[in-house]
């Protein structure tokens, strides 16, 4: 499977981004797809996750309210709609992938793949 990360950019406070990942050789019965970023000086965390397991999504406090992890149809794009962003939420955003059980997890170990990083930069 391979990730792909696209989306990021710059945008003043209070506007909006929408992240989108896509993956190919996608074939896996249980699935979670998870959103980190990594800001400057700062280790990377965890944001939102999607899985196909009983639908589980859940989101970091800091963006519950303002972000909504979606995906397409097909189950071949998750997006990251970020609204109402503010200057923390700079970071480069990654999308990853567990296979194995379809659990969203905080825990980076447990993803199996990892797309390429979107620079999101949000000014004051």
Request: glycine share 12%; proline share 2%.
């Amino acid at each position: 499977v391979q990730l792909q990360a696209s989306g990021g950019g710059l945008v003043q406070t209070g506007g909006s981004l929408r992240l989108s990942c896509e993956a190919s050789g996608f074939a896996y019965s249980y699935w979670a797809i998870g959103w980190f970023r990594q800001a400057p000086g700062k280790e990377r965390e965890g944001v939102a996750c999607i899985s196909n397991l009983d639908g589980e999504i859940k989101y970091v406090d800091s963006v519950k309210g303002r972000f909504t992890i979606s995906k397409d149809n097909a189950d071949t794009t998750v997006y990251l709609h970020m609204n109402a962003l503010r200057p923390e939420d700079t970071a480069v955003y990654y999308c990853a992938a567990e296979t194995t059980i379809g659990v969203c997890s905080w825990i980076q170990g447990t993803y199996d793949e990892w797309g390429q990083g979107t620079l999101v930069t949000v000014s004051s």
